[in-house]
Protein backbone atom coordinates (compact mmCIF):
# COMPACT_ATOMS: atom_id res chain seq x y z
CA UNK A 1 0.00 0.00 0.00
CA UNK A 2 1.20 3.72 -0.97
CA UNK A 3 0.10 6.65 0.64
CA UNK A 4 0.24 10.13 -0.39
CA UNK A 5 -0.54 13.50 1.13
CA UNK A 6 -0.92 17.27 -0.43
CA UNK A 7 -2.43 20.55 1.29
CA UNK A 8 -4.02 22.73 -1.48
CA UNK A 9 -4.20 26.37 -0.23
CA UNK A 10 -7.11 28.96 -1.25
CA UNK A 11 -8.11 32.52 -0.50
CA UNK A 12 -11.27 33.78 -2.03
CA UNK A 13 -11.67 36.98 -3.05
CA UNK A 14 -15.61 36.93 -1.53
CA UNK A 15 -17.14 35.10 1.66
CA UNK A 16 -18.74 32.63 -0.18
CA UNK A 17 -17.52 30.86 -3.32
CA UNK A 18 -17.91 27.54 -5.26
CA UNK A 19 -14.07 26.54 -6.97
CA UNK A 20 -13.75 23.90 -9.00
CA UNK A 21 -11.19 21.62 -7.94
CA UNK A 22 -11.35 18.48 -10.41
CA UNK A 23 -8.13 19.16 -12.43
CA UNK A 24 -5.93 19.30 -9.25
CA UNK A 25 -7.14 16.00 -7.84
CA UNK A 26 -6.26 14.46 -11.03
CA UNK A 27 -3.23 15.74 -11.03
CA UNK A 28 -2.24 14.88 -7.35
CA UNK A 29 -3.22 11.43 -8.33
CA UNK A 30 -0.80 11.41 -11.47
CA UNK A 31 1.90 12.74 -8.82
CA UNK A 32 0.80 10.09 -6.63
CA UNK A 33 1.62 7.47 -8.79
CA UNK A 34 -1.13 4.95 -7.28
CA UNK A 35 -3.69 3.30 -9.98
CA UNK A 36 -6.34 1.70 -8.05
CA UNK A 37 -7.40 2.89 -4.42
CA UNK A 38 -9.40 5.62 -2.43
CA UNK A 39 -9.11 9.58 -2.51
CA UNK A 40 -9.99 11.33 0.40
CA UNK A 41 -10.69 15.03 0.04
CA UNK A 42 -11.63 17.50 2.83
CA UNK A 43 -12.10 20.91 4.15
CA UNK A 44 -9.26 21.48 7.13
CA UNK A 45 -11.54 24.37 8.07
CA UNK A 46 -14.87 23.61 9.74
CA UNK A 47 -16.61 26.67 7.71
CA UNK A 48 -15.98 25.26 4.60
CA UNK A 49 -17.16 22.15 2.21
CA UNK A 50 -15.72 20.02 0.02
CA UNK A 51 -18.36 18.38 -2.24
CA UNK A 52 -18.98 16.71 -5.56
CA UNK A 53 -21.90 17.81 -8.16
CA UNK A 54 -22.86 20.39 -11.21
CA UNK A 55 -19.99 23.22 -12.81
CA UNK A 56 -23.28 25.18 -14.10
CA UNK A 57 -23.46 28.42 -13.43
CA UNK A 58 -27.33 28.43 -12.55
CA UNK A 59 -27.08 25.91 -10.12
CA UNK A 60 -24.46 27.15 -8.30
CA UNK A 61 -26.77 30.61 -8.15
CA UNK A 62 -29.38 28.21 -6.73
CA UNK A 63 -27.06 26.61 -4.22
CA UNK A 64 -26.36 30.33 -2.80
CA UNK A 65 -29.73 31.31 -2.57
CA UNK A 66 -31.11 27.79 -1.24
CA UNK A 67 -28.18 28.05 1.89
CA UNK A 68 -29.33 31.49 2.41
CA UNK A 69 -32.35 30.16 2.81
CA UNK A 70 -31.62 27.21 5.17
CA UNK A 71 -29.36 29.01 7.25
CA UNK A 72 -28.88 32.79 6.92
CA UNK A 73 -25.52 35.08 7.16
CA UNK A 74 -27.77 37.88 8.87
CA UNK A 75 -28.77 39.17 11.44
CA UNK A 76 -25.71 37.80 12.92
CA UNK A 77 -27.12 38.13 16.31
CA UNK A 78 -29.69 35.33 15.96
CA UNK A 79 -26.46 32.80 16.86
CA UNK A 80 -25.35 32.17 20.25
CA UNK A 81 -21.37 31.48 18.34
CA UNK A 82 -21.39 35.18 17.00
CA UNK A 83 -20.16 36.62 19.53
CA UNK A 84 -16.07 37.49 18.76
CA UNK A 85 -16.91 35.73 15.52
CA UNK A 86 -19.86 36.26 12.78
CA UNK A 87 -19.49 32.99 10.48
CA UNK A 88 -22.13 30.88 12.51
CA UNK A 89 -24.22 30.58 9.54
CA UNK A 90 -20.79 29.20 7.83
CA UNK A 91 -20.52 25.87 9.99
CA UNK A 92 -24.66 25.26 9.69
CA UNK A 93 -24.23 26.16 5.32
CA UNK A 94 -20.95 23.62 5.54
CA UNK A 95 -23.03 20.95 7.54
CA UNK A 96 -25.78 20.38 4.86
CA UNK A 97 -23.01 20.28 1.69
CA UNK A 98 -20.31 18.43 3.70
CA UNK A 99 -16.71 18.16 4.99
CA UNK A 100 -15.66 15.87 2.82
CA UNK A 101 -15.79 13.53 -0.74
CA UNK A 102 -14.03 9.93 -1.14
CA UNK A 103 -13.86 9.04 -4.72
CA UNK A 104 -12.72 5.86 -6.59
CA UNK A 105 -9.62 5.62 -8.31
CA UNK A 106 -9.33 3.06 -11.03
CA UNK A 107 -6.59 2.79 -13.88
CA UNK A 108 -4.58 6.29 -12.57
CA UNK A 109 -8.16 8.14 -12.82
CA UNK A 110 -10.80 9.34 -10.88
CA UNK A 111 -13.91 6.71 -11.24
CA UNK A 112 -16.46 9.40 -12.12
CA UNK A 113 -20.01 9.68 -13.97
CA UNK A 114 -20.64 11.92 -16.71
CA UNK A 115 -20.99 15.28 -14.73
CA UNK A 116 -19.40 14.56 -11.16
CA UNK A 117 -16.87 17.39 -10.52
CA UNK A 118 -15.31 18.77 -6.88
CA UNK A 119 -15.72 21.10 -5.54
CA UNK A 120 -13.99 23.50 -2.70
CA UNK A 121 -17.18 25.23 -1.26
CA UNK A 122 -16.18 27.89 1.13
CA UNK A 123 -18.33 30.08 3.29
CA UNK A 124 -16.51 32.01 5.31
CA UNK A 125 -13.50 33.39 3.08
CA UNK A 126 -11.06 36.23 2.15
CA UNK A 127 -8.59 34.66 4.05
CA UNK A 128 -6.03 31.38 3.51
CA UNK A 129 -7.25 28.38 4.19
CA UNK A 130 -6.60 24.58 3.00
CA UNK A 131 -7.91 21.35 1.84
CA UNK A 132 -6.28 18.04 2.57
CA UNK A 133 -6.00 15.32 -0.75
CA UNK A 134 -4.84 12.09 0.68
CA UNK A 135 -4.67 8.86 -1.33
CA UNK A 136 -4.27 5.51 -0.61
CA UNK A 137 -3.45 2.25 -2.69
CA UNK A 138 -1.44 1.09 -5.25
CA UNK B 1 -3.96 -5.09 -0.98
CA UNK B 2 -6.74 -5.86 -3.29
CA UNK B 3 -9.36 -3.31 -5.07
CA UNK B 4 -12.41 -4.25 -6.75
CA UNK B 5 -14.95 -2.50 -8.67
CA UNK B 6 -18.77 -3.18 -10.12
CA UNK B 7 -21.43 -0.23 -11.51
CA UNK B 8 -25.17 -1.26 -10.34
CA UNK B 9 -27.74 0.29 -12.99
CA UNK B 10 -30.78 1.42 -11.93
CA UNK B 11 -33.92 2.81 -14.45
CA UNK B 12 -37.06 4.01 -11.57
CA UNK B 13 -40.37 4.20 -12.68
CA UNK B 14 -41.12 7.46 -10.67
CA UNK B 15 -38.97 10.34 -10.51
CA UNK B 16 -38.39 10.01 -6.96
CA UNK B 17 -37.55 6.03 -5.14
CA UNK B 18 -35.51 4.72 -2.70
CA UNK B 19 -34.04 1.30 -3.13
CA UNK B 20 -32.57 -0.74 -0.62
CA UNK B 21 -29.35 -2.09 -2.33
CA UNK B 22 -28.28 -3.96 0.45
CA UNK B 23 -27.80 -7.33 -0.55
CA UNK B 24 -26.24 -6.01 -3.59
CA UNK B 25 -23.38 -4.68 -1.94
CA UNK B 26 -23.19 -7.28 0.36
CA UNK B 27 -23.29 -9.66 -3.15
CA UNK B 28 -20.36 -7.63 -4.53
CA UNK B 29 -17.92 -7.77 -1.47
CA UNK B 30 -18.35 -11.65 -1.30
CA UNK B 31 -17.13 -11.27 -5.36
CA UNK B 32 -14.63 -9.28 -4.38
CA UNK B 33 -13.29 -11.63 -2.13
CA UNK B 34 -12.19 -8.93 0.39
CA UNK B 35 -12.31 -9.91 4.03
CA UNK B 36 -10.53 -6.81 5.68
CA UNK B 37 -11.26 -3.36 3.99
CA UNK B 38 -13.61 -0.54 3.35
CA UNK B 39 -16.23 -0.36 0.34
CA UNK B 40 -17.11 2.97 -1.27
CA UNK B 41 -20.47 3.00 -2.83
CA UNK B 42 -21.54 6.69 -4.64
CA UNK B 43 -23.98 7.30 -6.73
CA UNK B 44 -22.42 8.48 -10.10
CA UNK B 45 -25.52 11.42 -11.32
CA UNK B 46 -25.41 14.22 -8.97
CA UNK B 47 -29.22 14.27 -9.26
CA UNK B 48 -28.78 10.99 -6.93
CA UNK B 49 -27.97 9.88 -3.31
CA UNK B 50 -26.46 6.90 -1.78
CA UNK B 51 -27.12 6.96 2.47
CA UNK B 52 -27.80 4.66 5.02
CA UNK B 53 -30.76 4.59 7.17
CA UNK B 54 -34.06 2.74 8.08
CA UNK B 55 -36.03 0.20 5.85
CA UNK B 56 -39.52 0.99 7.28
CA UNK B 57 -42.08 2.62 4.71
CA UNK B 58 -43.49 5.44 7.16
CA UNK B 59 -39.85 6.41 7.13
CA UNK B 60 -39.72 6.68 3.38
CA UNK B 61 -42.85 8.78 3.39
CA UNK B 62 -41.19 11.16 5.70
CA UNK B 63 -38.10 11.86 3.90
CA UNK B 64 -40.31 12.54 0.71
CA UNK B 65 -42.26 15.04 2.04
CA UNK B 66 -39.54 16.27 4.47
CA UNK B 67 -36.89 17.10 1.06
CA UNK B 68 -39.79 18.37 -0.72
CA UNK B 69 -40.31 20.87 1.78
CA UNK B 70 -36.14 21.74 2.10
CA UNK B 71 -36.41 21.75 -1.56
CA UNK B 72 -39.37 21.66 -3.77
CA UNK B 73 -39.75 20.16 -7.44
CA UNK B 74 -42.10 22.86 -8.07
CA UNK B 75 -42.48 25.98 -9.59
CA UNK B 76 -39.80 24.71 -11.77
CA UNK B 77 -38.69 28.25 -12.55
CA UNK B 78 -37.71 29.28 -8.56
CA UNK B 79 -34.50 27.84 -9.89
CA UNK B 80 -31.90 29.58 -12.49
CA UNK B 81 -30.62 25.91 -13.25
CA UNK B 82 -34.04 25.21 -14.70
CA UNK B 83 -33.80 26.84 -18.13
CA UNK B 84 -33.38 23.38 -20.00
CA UNK B 85 -33.97 21.07 -17.33
CA UNK B 86 -35.98 20.67 -14.86
CA UNK B 87 -34.28 18.94 -12.23
CA UNK B 88 -32.72 21.90 -9.98
CA UNK B 89 -34.55 20.70 -6.60
CA UNK B 90 -32.80 16.95 -7.23
CA UNK B 91 -29.55 18.47 -7.36
CA UNK B 92 -30.72 19.87 -3.67
CA UNK B 93 -32.54 16.97 -2.52
CA UNK B 94 -29.57 14.89 -2.80
CA UNK B 95 -27.06 17.64 -1.17
CA UNK B 96 -28.61 16.78 1.83
CA UNK B 97 -29.06 13.03 1.73
CA UNK B 98 -25.27 12.96 0.48
CA UNK B 99 -23.77 11.16 -2.70
CA UNK B 100 -21.98 8.41 -1.01
CA UNK B 101 -21.43 5.71 1.49
CA UNK B 102 -18.09 4.25 3.35
CA UNK B 103 -18.88 1.13 5.65
CA UNK B 104 -16.19 -1.00 7.24
CA UNK B 105 -15.62 -4.43 5.62
CA UNK B 106 -15.00 -7.02 8.73
CA UNK B 107 -14.59 -10.99 8.49
CA UNK B 108 -16.33 -10.54 4.88
CA UNK B 109 -19.46 -8.77 5.83
CA UNK B 110 -21.01 -5.14 6.05
CA UNK B 111 -19.83 -4.07 9.68
CA UNK B 112 -23.41 -2.75 10.71
CA UNK B 113 -25.50 -1.68 13.42
CA UNK B 114 -28.93 -3.55 14.10
CA UNK B 115 -30.51 -1.37 11.54
CA UNK B 116 -28.10 -0.03 8.57
CA UNK B 117 -29.64 -0.74 5.43
CA UNK B 118 -27.96 1.13 2.33
CA UNK B 119 -30.51 3.28 -0.20
CA UNK B 120 -30.37 3.84 -3.96
CA UNK B 121 -32.16 7.53 -3.51
CA UNK B 122 -33.39 8.66 -7.11
CA UNK B 123 -34.54 12.02 -6.93
CA UNK B 124 -34.94 12.89 -10.89
CA UNK B 125 -35.55 9.07 -12.39
CA UNK B 126 -37.32 7.39 -15.34
CA UNK B 127 -34.11 7.06 -17.37
CA UNK B 128 -30.52 4.46 -16.73
CA UNK B 129 -28.38 5.62 -13.82
CA UNK B 130 -25.54 4.08 -11.87
CA UNK B 131 -24.11 3.77 -8.71
CA UNK B 132 -20.61 2.35 -8.09
CA UNK B 133 -19.00 -0.18 -5.47
CA UNK B 134 -15.55 -0.42 -5.31
CA UNK B 135 -13.94 -2.45 -2.42
CA UNK B 136 -10.41 -2.01 -1.36
CA UNK B 137 -8.47 -4.01 1.39
CA UNK B 138 -7.14 -7.88 1.56
CA UNK C 1 -2.11 -3.69 5.41
CA UNK C 2 -3.27 -3.56 8.53
CA UNK C 3 -6.74 -3.45 9.64
CA UNK C 4 -8.11 -2.46 12.64
CA UNK C 5 -11.86 -2.47 14.59
CA UNK C 6 -13.39 -1.28 17.70
CA UNK C 7 -16.91 -0.09 19.02
CA UNK C 8 -17.24 2.36 21.09
CA UNK C 9 -20.36 2.77 23.83
CA UNK C 10 -22.11 5.97 24.56
CA UNK C 11 -25.71 6.33 27.05
CA UNK C 12 -26.28 9.48 27.25
CA UNK C 13 -28.61 11.08 29.78
CA UNK C 14 -30.61 13.52 27.57
CA UNK C 15 -32.61 12.85 23.96
CA UNK C 16 -30.03 15.15 22.23
CA UNK C 17 -26.21 15.50 23.04
CA UNK C 18 -22.90 16.18 21.20
CA UNK C 19 -19.73 14.30 22.61
CA UNK C 20 -16.39 15.39 21.76
CA UNK C 21 -14.83 11.85 20.72
CA UNK C 22 -11.67 13.39 19.05
CA UNK C 23 -9.24 11.84 22.21
CA UNK C 24 -10.80 8.35 21.77
CA UNK C 25 -10.08 8.52 18.18
CA UNK C 26 -6.82 9.52 18.48
CA UNK C 27 -6.28 6.65 21.26
CA UNK C 28 -7.51 4.44 18.85
CA UNK C 29 -5.06 4.52 15.79
CA UNK C 30 -2.10 4.52 18.49
CA UNK C 31 -3.89 1.25 19.72
CA UNK C 32 -3.72 0.38 15.85
CA UNK C 33 -0.11 0.79 15.14
CA UNK C 34 -1.04 2.32 12.11
CA UNK C 35 0.63 5.44 10.70
CA UNK C 36 -0.25 6.05 7.21
CA UNK C 37 -3.54 5.39 6.41
CA UNK C 38 -7.57 6.30 6.82
CA UNK C 39 -9.60 5.86 9.76
CA UNK C 40 -13.83 5.47 9.65
CA UNK C 41 -15.66 6.49 12.24
CA UNK C 42 -19.66 5.94 11.99
CA UNK C 43 -22.52 5.85 14.11
CA UNK C 44 -23.80 2.16 14.12
CA UNK C 45 -27.39 3.52 14.47
CA UNK C 46 -29.76 5.66 12.15
CA UNK C 47 -30.94 8.23 14.71
CA UNK C 48 -27.27 9.68 15.51
CA UNK C 49 -24.41 10.95 13.72
CA UNK C 50 -21.00 11.31 13.07
CA UNK C 51 -19.84 14.64 12.30
CA UNK C 52 -16.65 17.29 12.46
CA UNK C 53 -17.29 21.20 13.60
CA UNK C 54 -16.40 23.36 16.44
CA UNK C 55 -15.99 22.50 19.95
CA UNK C 56 -17.90 25.62 21.07
CA UNK C 57 -20.44 25.79 22.90
CA UNK C 58 -22.57 28.72 21.57
CA UNK C 59 -22.05 26.74 18.12
CA UNK C 60 -24.00 23.47 19.74
CA UNK C 61 -27.00 25.59 20.67
CA UNK C 62 -26.91 26.76 17.47
CA UNK C 63 -27.36 22.97 15.76
CA UNK C 64 -29.38 22.37 18.49
CA UNK C 65 -32.16 25.05 17.70
CA UNK C 66 -31.21 24.92 13.62
CA UNK C 67 -31.56 21.47 13.69
CA UNK C 68 -34.84 21.53 15.65
CA UNK C 69 -36.26 24.17 13.08
CA UNK C 70 -35.49 21.97 9.95
CA UNK C 71 -36.61 18.85 11.51
CA UNK C 72 -38.83 19.52 15.00
CA UNK C 73 -39.54 16.77 17.15
CA UNK C 74 -43.06 17.62 18.02
CA UNK C 75 -45.39 17.23 17.25
CA UNK C 76 -44.98 13.20 17.18
CA UNK C 77 -47.96 12.64 14.75
CA UNK C 78 -46.28 14.77 12.27
CA UNK C 79 -44.06 12.09 10.94
CA UNK C 80 -45.83 8.63 9.30
CA UNK C 81 -42.51 6.82 11.11
CA UNK C 82 -44.10 7.86 14.68
CA UNK C 83 -46.68 5.22 15.13
CA UNK C 84 -44.83 2.88 18.01
CA UNK C 85 -42.00 5.05 18.17
CA UNK C 86 -41.38 9.05 18.13
CA UNK C 87 -37.68 9.27 17.33
CA UNK C 88 -38.52 9.98 12.99
CA UNK C 89 -37.29 13.84 13.37
CA UNK C 90 -33.89 12.00 14.91
CA UNK C 91 -33.62 10.09 11.32
CA UNK C 92 -33.91 13.44 9.66
CA UNK C 93 -31.25 15.29 12.10
CA UNK C 94 -28.65 12.62 11.54
CA UNK C 95 -29.30 13.06 7.79
CA UNK C 96 -28.39 16.27 7.88
CA UNK C 97 -25.68 15.75 10.00
CA UNK C 98 -23.93 12.83 8.13
CA UNK C 99 -23.94 9.31 9.28
CA UNK C 100 -19.88 9.14 9.21
CA UNK C 101 -16.60 10.72 8.63
CA UNK C 102 -13.37 9.66 6.79
CA UNK C 103 -10.22 11.17 8.35
CA UNK C 104 -6.61 10.56 6.73
CA UNK C 105 -3.67 9.52 8.98
CA UNK C 106 -0.52 10.82 8.87
CA UNK C 107 2.76 10.19 10.57
CA UNK C 108 0.37 8.35 13.72
CA UNK C 109 -1.95 11.35 13.80
CA UNK C 110 -5.23 12.80 12.85
CA UNK C 111 -4.26 14.51 9.87
CA UNK C 112 -6.40 17.76 11.26
CA UNK C 113 -7.22 21.39 10.75
CA UNK C 114 -6.69 24.29 13.54
CA UNK C 115 -10.29 23.32 14.99
CA UNK C 116 -11.08 20.15 13.74
CA UNK C 117 -12.95 18.05 16.03
CA UNK C 118 -14.91 14.93 15.67
CA UNK C 119 -18.41 14.48 17.64
CA UNK C 120 -20.71 12.07 18.79
CA UNK C 121 -24.41 13.35 17.82
CA UNK C 122 -27.01 11.80 19.75
CA UNK C 123 -30.65 12.49 18.45
CA UNK C 124 -32.52 9.79 20.32
CA UNK C 125 -30.52 8.93 23.57
CA UNK C 126 -31.15 8.02 26.84
CA UNK C 127 -30.02 4.28 25.69
CA UNK C 128 -26.73 2.50 24.91
CA UNK C 129 -25.96 2.89 21.52
CA UNK C 130 -22.28 2.17 19.37
CA UNK C 131 -19.61 4.22 17.39
CA UNK C 132 -17.35 1.76 14.61
CA UNK C 133 -14.31 2.92 14.66
CA UNK C 134 -11.94 1.08 11.18
CA UNK C 135 -8.66 1.75 10.56
CA UNK C 136 -6.58 0.60 7.59
CA UNK C 137 -3.43 1.43 6.50
CA UNK C 138 0.31 0.62 7.21
Known amino acids: MISYRKELWFNTS ?3 ELINI ?20 NAMHITASVFINDDESGLHQDF ?18 NT ?27 DFGPWEQIFYGEFDGKRKKRVLVKIIGE
Open 22 to 41: TPQIQQEIQNSGIKEGLVLV
Open 14 to 16: QRR
Open 84 to 110: YEDNADAHLKRSIMGREVVVAITQGQL
Open 64 to 81: EKWLEHLAPEKPYNQYKH
